[in-house]
């Protein structure tokens, strides 16, 4: 029904399929549109899941392949930056990083202007220990509380100031790209890791933790930036279905 009947935002699918696979032809940009319609219905019901999904079904239906990754740095007492982007079901992986992890989880997040909306969504990621907390109030998570803290950004989202956006080819687009990660990385001397969610088979995921840097400092401007979206970008090459294609990720020009 989202897809043959309504049609739920099909111009910018296709759209952002054609820019991105300039190569491939209608036949096959439709088949990809075709399956991420099918996995965007299964991240709705999914998400309406979370409502009420016990610990147990969580600890199934998402397995953090590498956990002790990020416990290395935990049981260092160093804090970290977890960065990923809007990839297979981000939600259930939101649920459940507290359940893995030593360190204390902050999720930043957008408030939504709906806020019988943005409360059910509040309750359901941060029902197993994830911390959320509004984007206004970042630089306040960096710096309040003594326990290691794992702090998680989605950084694939349409920057809203595009001047203070890092500039990037993505899917080979011109592409802004939020600097945040990167910044507050620097400031504080945190390592940033890579999350990479694959779908193992409907309704379960599964989580690895790679290491885009431990020396945020000593890096060159602007590559922690481009390393996270050269790692997110070949996971959607890779399986293009499972990236959130409605999404009008390219509002903006240089």
Avoid at 148 to 163: R, Y
Wanted: glycine letters at 4%.
């Amino acid at each position: 029904m989202m897809y043959r009947l309504i049609g739920y935002r099909k111009k910018v699918v296709f759209t952002n399929l054609k820019n991105s696979f300039p190569k491939k032809s209608d036949e096959e940009l439709n088949a990809i549109m075709a399956d991420f319609y099918r996995h965007l219905c299964d991240i709705i019901m999914e998400s309406m899941k979370g409502f009420t999904i016990s610990e147990k079904q969580l600890r199934k239906r998402l397995v953090i392949k590498n956990p002790e990754f990020s416990n290395y740095f935990a049981d260092k007492g160093q804090s970290i930056i977890f960065v990923g982007g809007h990839y297979n079901n981000w939600e259930i992986c939101a649920q459940a990083f507290a359940m893995y992890s030593n360190h204390e989880c902050i999720g930043i997040y957008k408030p939504l202007s709906n806020q019988f909306i943005n409360d059910k969504i509040y309750t359901s990621r941060s029902k197993y220990g994830m911390n959320l907390v509004s984007m206004k109030q970042t630089k306040k998570s960096f710096e309040q509380g003594d326990k290691p803290k794992a702090i998680v950004f989605g950084s694939d989202q349409n920057p809203s100031n595009p001047k203070r956006a890092h500039w990037v080819n993505f899917l080979n687009q011109d592409t802004a790209v939020l600097f945040g990660v990167e910044r507050y990385a620097k400031e504080y001397n945190w390592p940033v890791v890579f999350v990479s969610i694959s779908k193992v088979k409907r309704g379960h995921y599964q989580v690895e933790y790679s290491l885009i840097t431990d020396k945020p400092t000593e890096q060159p401007h602007g590559k922690i930036t481009e390393d996270f979206t050269k790692r997110l970008e070949q996971d959607i090459i890779n399986q293009p279905q499972y990236w959130l294609w409605s999404h009008k990720r390219w509002k903006h020009k240089r």
